[in-house]
């Protein structure tokens, strides 16, 4: 069973804790803080992608987590993906089909990887997380999608006229 709204910002607040991540928080932030979390680099790489199957795709491999991402995917919709894969992670899920589907000559040459082959094996990950994990996972990315947009917003009125926002803390509104 998928965890409820409340547990999973439960669960975001806690592990905001434990990232040292302070709002407003933006893209750039909070996949540097899973990178020192996790302790190894994370790799977000737009692929060619099957556009009726999977937009994006979590692969832990031995030495550093590579996130595929719809190469089509731009702004808001690229986001929302890398947040939906960063919820698998956070969450704990673990993908099951990968193991056998990656090799390390195939992360070796991912960048030349047919996309016929890609497709398929995108469309197995798609079914690859145990029951309710899907449901988490999109709700959970949603969730951090909101957080990101907001100190994104945030940090680029800040950086556009530092007055205004310093003048909008003050007053404890924006
Ligand atoms: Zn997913």
Same mark, same amino acid.
């Given at each position: 069973?998928? =965890?409820? =709204? #409340?547990?999973?910002?439960?669960?975001?607040?806690?592990?905001?804790? $434990? +990232? *040292?991540?302070?709002?407003?928080?933006?893209?750039?932030?909070l996949? *540097? /803080?899973?990178?020192?979390?996790?302790?190894?680099? &994370?790799?977000?790489?737009?692929?060619?992608?099957?556009? @009726?199957?999977?937009?994006?795709?979590?692969?832990?491999?031995?030495?550093?987590d +590579?996130?595929?991402v719809?190469e089509?995917?731009?702004?808001?919709? #690229?986001?929302?993906?890398?947040?939906?894969?960063?919820?698998?992670?956070l969450?704990?899920?673990?993908? $099951?089909?990968?193991?056998?589907?990656?090799?390390?000559?195939?992360?070796?040459?991912?960048?030349?990887?047919? /996309?016929?082959?890609? @497709?398929?094996?995108?469309? &197995? =990950? $798609?079914?690859?997380y145990?029951?309710?994990?899907?449901?988490?996972?999109?709700?959970?990315?949603?969730?951090?999608?909101?957080?990101?947009?907001?100190?994104?917003?945030?940090v680029?009125? @800040?950086?556009?006229?530092?007055? &205004? /926002?310093?003048?909008?803390?003050? +007053?404890?509104?924006?």
């Amino acid at each position: 069973m998928a =965890a409820s =709204a #409340r547990q999973l910002r439960k669960h975001w607040s806690e592990m905001r804790g $434990r +990232l *040292s991540l302070e709002p407003p928080v933006t893209e750039v932030q909070l996949l *540097s /803080a899973v990178e020192k979390l996790r302790e190894r680099p &994370l790799i977000i790489a737009p692929v060619e992608m099957d556009s @009726q199957g999977a937009c994006g795709w979590w692969v832990p491999l031995p030495s550093f987590d +590579l996130v595929l991402v719809d190469e089509q995917a731009s702004g808001p919709r #690229r986001l929302a993906i890398i947040l939906h894969e960063l919820g698998h992670m956070l969450l704990g899920h673990t993908p $099951r089909a990968v193991g056998s589907l990656v090799s390390p000559q195939w992360v070796a040459d991912f960048d030349l990887l047919p /996309a016929s082959l890609l @497709q398929g094996a995108t469309g &197995l =990950a $798609r079914s690859s997380y145990a029951d309710g994990a899907e449901e988490e996972a999109e709700r959970y990315g949603t969730m951090l999608f909101g957080q990101i947009s907001e100190g994104e917003r945030q940090v680029a009125d @800040q950086a556009a006229d530092p007055m &205004l /926002a310093l003048l909008r803390d003050s +007053l404890g509104c924006g």
